[in-house]
């Protein structure tokens, strides 16, 4: 069984960092791509970074590039997503997903991966 388990979302004021954590099971780890996709209310799910399997390959979106770090620790089987220089247009649910690639379209991350974690909050004040 597939399972990731993202963690390290709080509260945190304009300006911050916070760490997010993404811990996959039930997967070859070396064998995928990890996505890290938000979601704030009313708005639609956003792919905001990707590492793929070969780890040569990232991906970010526009809205985060320059501020938020994606990296993995494979002994680990966890995917990092640190976030610097948080804005209040980030506060949302924050989620990590399993699939075989980091596919984009039209420079947008695709958001039909296999296998989804719950998701962790990330609240920025200002």
């Known amino acids: 069984e597939v399972q990731l388990q993202a963690s390290g979302g709080g509260l945190v004021q304009a300006g911050g960092s916070l760490r997010l954590s993404c811990v996959v099971s039930g997967i070859t780890f070396d064998d995928h791509a990890i996505g890290w996709f938000r979601q704030a209310p009313g708005k639609e799910r956003e792919g905001i970074s990707c590492i793929g399997s070969g780890d040569d390959i990232t991906y970010y979106a526009d809205s985060v590039k320059g501020r938020f770090t994606i990296s993995n620790d494979n002994e680990k089987n966890t995917v990092y997503l640190q976030m610097n220089n948080l804005k209040p247009e980030d506060t949302a649910d924050y989620y990590c997903?399993?699939?075989?690639?980091?596919?984009?379209?039209?420079?947008?991350?695709?958001?039909?991966?296999?296998?989804w974690g719950q998701g962790t909050l990330v609240t920025v004040s200002s």
């Open positions: 997903a399993a699939d075989w690639s980091c596919a984009t379209v039209g420079g947008r991350l695709l958001p039909d991966f296999l296998s």
